[in-house]
């Protein structure tokens, strides 16, 4: 069973940046992924990006691509989201997810196959 905790939400104003920083408690496959997903209240979450934990393949939505880097410190079970260029609708609740599925075209963006969440750091981007 592992525990995460984020940390390193904030407000910022557009183009700025901020990391988003996930430790992990408990085991960590190595053969699994680690997932970064934001949420706005009333709507679905969405995926952002994901890491495959045992190969650091990396996988980005469209909408951050060039923006958001993920990246980890597997020794010291860290996990990153760097966020650059920030705009309004990055704004949302974060969360990093583990345990979630590594298939054949890379991680999966489903957040029903991820199984432990952390808590969510909140992100606010103003114009």
């Known amino acids: 069973q592992a525990q995460l905790v984020e940390s390193g939400g904030g407000s910022v104003q557009t183009g700025g940046s901020l990391r988003l920083s996930c430790g992990a408690s408990?085991?960590?496959?190595?053969?699994?992924?680690m997932g970064w997903f934001r949420q706005i209240q009333g709507k679905e979450r969405e995926w952002v990006a994901s890491?495959?934990?045992?190969?650091?393949?990396?996988y980005y939505a469209d909408s951050v691509k060039g923006r958001f880097t993920v990246s980890q410190e597997k020794d010291k079970k860290m996990w990153y989201l760097q966020m650059s260029n920030l705009k309004p609708e990055d704004t949302a609740t974060y969360y990093c997810?583990?345990?979630?599925?590594?298939?054949?075209?890379?991680?999966?963006?489903?957040?029903?196959?991820?199984?432990?969440w952390g808590q969510g750091t909140q992100v606010t981007v103003s114009s």
């Open positions: 997810a583990s345990d979630g599925f590594f298939e054949r075209g890379g991680c999966t963006m489903k957040d029903n196959e991820y199984t432990y």
């Open positions: 408990g085991h960590i496959f190595s053969s699994y992924c």
């Open positions: 890491i495959f934990v045992g190969g650091g393949n990396t």
